[in-house]
């Protein structure tokens, strides 16, 4: 559903995402969001670093089809054990499962940003590793009970309660696990003429 979208925004967010909404927000840049209507399939043979790149693309460019002529920031996350894509588990069965699932385990978050105007693009890839604890189920269920992030890539959220099922994070950017390449972003706004901070 897209909201209604500010004239005097210079900047348009490709996103109904919360977490994304929220991130940006940091930057203190003026910015409206409008949530894309894309399909996220994956394509045959697709990389997940490529799905998240492809689609911060194509959620950008089907927003900017809307509003010609205003800058807009796509982004897109895949979580992924291999060339296995966790998606957002939905259900608490599912991100049970699924936190199982990485228990003991390294699980790569690609996350893709794109701004664009017209034929002026600036995309940025961020992966992040992080390595996941040995976790029992009684474990898993106590943070579900505490923190059902149902809606978040892996089924945690590592800026809450979820940092506990970890045993390291590398990356270049802690806010790309969250959601938005807030480092990138930032070089892309300036590259664009914007004034951070």
Known sequence: MASTISKTAPLILASSSRYRLELL??????????????????????????LAQRLALVKARAVAQLHPGRWVLGSDQVASTGEHILGKP???????????????????????????????????????????????????E??????????????????????????TIKTCDPTALIGLPLIAVRHALAQAGFCIP
Do not use: N
């Open 25 to 50: 927000a940091r930057l203190r840049v003026p910015f409206t969001a409008h949530a894309p209507e894309v399909d996220e399939t994956p394509l045959a043979g697709e990389t997940p670093a490529s």
């Open 142 to 167: 106590h943070y579900l009970d505490a923190e059902p992030a149902l809606d978040c890539a892996g089924g945690f959220k590592a800026e809450g309660l979820g940092i506990a099922l970890l045993s």
């Open 90 to 140: 939905g259900t608490r069965a599912r991100a049970l499962e699924q936190l199982q699932s990485c228990s003991g385990k390294s699980v790569t978050f690609d996350t893709a940003m794109v701004l664009l105007k017209g034929p002026q693009t600036f995309p940025a890839l961020d992966t992040t590793l992080v390595r996941f604890r040995t976790l029992t189920r009684t474990e898993i």
